[in-house]
């Protein structure tokens, strides 16, 4: 199957990459954005990451030894750039979630679509994976992350569900916790396992708090006039990256009361508040629906 890069010109050009820049593809997944952050590159450098080993050795494939591979999450992006010794860079981009050769291959556990055991783990080398969290997790923690992490209105009844039928092994079974839940006027809506796949993959990959601490950093290492661009596929991850460049990129609001001397001024500037993909793309790849690109760029260095 072809491999489709979400707003892969988009947030290339967004980035207005400078050929003798330093770069960082948080997740190099298969490659797409990282190929072609490479052809606009001259004596530059790029930094991947991924946390899935299957898509560092098929990307090495594609790209050779040009780039830099990191087998880590994007969690330590700042530990890793000072191992390098390198202290500014002049663009990041983050492809948040899954790829779609993770959701496809049946044996990774991520689909409700395929039969598989429990796993959804990105990166194959960690422990943790979604067996241990539907099996092991006690009721309040299991509600919360459904909750939390995709706004899932049953979730106390899909939790009361997963409880009763413990141990679940496959995906098919948790499938049919979330359907014993639901009220049947729902079921037709989507599919109703969505949400509840969504949220114990956030827990099992941590991936709010990767998220969060990719940001950190990605701000503290941008170059002024260096960009970062993230692209997010729900409203949870979203919410998070608006809320973090709102913090650095918006101008706060002007209150009269207070001298303007006292209140700190953003040190970054939005580039791009929303870009959606364009009517092409949506209609040749469906996971391109959900997808948001937000850009901001450094324009002051702090302190
Ligand atoms: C949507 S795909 C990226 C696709 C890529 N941009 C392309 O064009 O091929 C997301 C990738 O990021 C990886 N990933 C997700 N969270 C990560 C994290 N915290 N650290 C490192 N890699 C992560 C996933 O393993 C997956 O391969």
């Not at 092991?136 to 209105?153: C, F, G, S």
């Not at 290492?221 to 809320?243: N, P």
Request: proline residues 4%.
């Amino acid at each position: 199957m072809k491999h489709y890069s979400v707003l892969l010109n988009e947030s290339i050009e967004a980035l207005d990459i400078k050929p003798e820049g330093i770069y960082v593809d948080g997740t190099l997944g298969r490659a797409g954005h990282s190929t072609k952050i490479l052809e606009k590159l001259t004596t530059g450098t790029l930094i991947a990451f991924d946390k899935d080993t299957d898509a560092l050795e098929e990307s090495k494939k594609l790209l050779g030894v040009k780039p830099i591979l990191i087998h880590d999450s994007f969690a330590t992006i700042g530990e890793h750039l000072d191992e390098l010794g390198i202290d500014k860079v002049d663009g990041f981009l983050f492809d948040l979630g899954v790829s779609s050769p993770q959701f496809d291959d049946a044996d990774r556990g991520f689909s409700y679509r395929f039969d598989a055991k429990l796993d959804m783990r990105m990166d194959q080398t960690q422990t943790l994976s979604a067996y241990e969290v539907v099996n092991e997790y006690n009721e309040d923690k299991l509600v919360d992350i459904l909750k939390t992490y995709a706004d899932e209105r049953y979730a106390k009844g899909i939790v009361k569900a997963i409880l009763k039928h413990r141990p679940i092994e496959t995906t098919f079974e948790l499938v049919s916790c979330v359907k014993e839940a639901y009220p049947s006027s729902q079921l037709k809506k989507g599919h109703p396992a969505k949400k509840t796949f969504q949220a114990i993959r956030m827990e099992v990959n941590n991936e709010l708090k990767d998220i969060e601490n990719a940001l950190q950093d990605a701000i503290k290492y941008t170059k002024v006039g260096g960009r970062i661009a993230v692209i997010t596929f729900h409203s949870i991850e979203d919410r998070l990256v608006k809320q973090r460049f709102n913090e650095v990129a918006t101008p706060p609001k002007v209150n009269p009361r207070i001298p303007q001397i006292e209140v700190s001024q953003p040190k970054f500037k939005w580039i791009s508040k929303q870009i959606k993909p364009s009517l092409k793309e949506l209609d040749e790849n469906n996971r391109s629906h959900s997808a948001i690109l937000r850009v901001i760029e450094r324009t002051e260095y702090d302190g």
